[in-house]
């Protein structure tokens, strides 16, 4: 089975720019989950999707920070425009919601100069 | 909102010997508390994890302990191999599909 992948695993792009992070969850799991750990501090808590559904984004720091998930299969997080506070690594989790435990992708980590 | 404290964030052990990292919750909601492996490179890895009717569990040479009352959880490694030295992280939920708080990581440096 494979796991949770993401993608790009690494961004490096200029202050203003924007950038898309796309995350793919293990085949089936409904909830998908994005997180971040930025300058080496906790992982924290962006968003939580149920299928399509937004369930919690309640960790989203601001409006620049969009995520998808049409259809309900793999997930996108869009910076736009991306400031030098936005640099880190990017997790992506997911699981069936039938238990507790999550998976997370290896992280796609954004360097924004 | 819950807050987890993890304590040490470094710690270096010889091979051989025994590793212990504590943390605590504030959320007295909280019922599921994972522990997570990151490598270089990789995401986070679950390794062992605790519910809250429960006060210790084991895995080989991994155990978890956990004291509801003082909110205080904890992760034991013992015979520590130098494939142990990683990032470690505790966490808390409320369980089911619930967010999952981190601690800040504690980095095991497992010495030959």
């Known amino acids: 089975e494979a796991g949770v992948t993401q993608f790009p695993s690494h961004s490096v792009i200029e202050k203003g720019q924007t950038v898309t992070l796309r995350c793919d969850p293990i085949?089936?799991?409904?909830?998908l989950y994005w997180y971040r750990r930025v300058m080496g501090k906790e992982i924290k808590f962006l968003l939580h999707f149920v299928k399509e559904s937004k369930q919690d984004e309640s960790g989203m720091p601001n409006n620049r920070f969009l995520a998808e998930r049409t259809g309900g299969t793999y997930s996108t997080l869009k910076v736009q425009p991306a400031e030098l506070e936005d640099s880190g690594v990017y997790f992506c989790a997911s699981t069936t919601g039938n238990t507790d435990t999550q998976y997370f992708g290896p992280g796609t980590r954004l360097t924004v100069l | 909102g819950e807050n987890v404290e993890q304590h040490p964030s470094t710690l270096s052990v010889q091979e051989g010997d025994s590793a212990v990292i504590k943390c605590t919750y504030s959320d007295s909601a909280s019922n599921y508390f994972p522990w997570y492996k990151q490598e270089l490179g990789k995401g986070p890895q679950l390794i062992i994890d605790i519910r809250s009717n429960v006060g210790e569990k084991k895995d080989q040479r991994i155990a978890v302990t956990l004291n509801k009352t003082a909110k205080h959880f904890s992760l034991h490694i013992t015979e520590t191999q130098p494939e142990d030295s990683a990032v470690y992280f505790c966490a808390a939920s409320k369980g089911g599909y619930q967010k999952v708080t981190f601690g800040t990581g504690t980095k095991l440096q497992v010495i030959p």
């Open positions: 085949s089936g799991h409904d909830n």
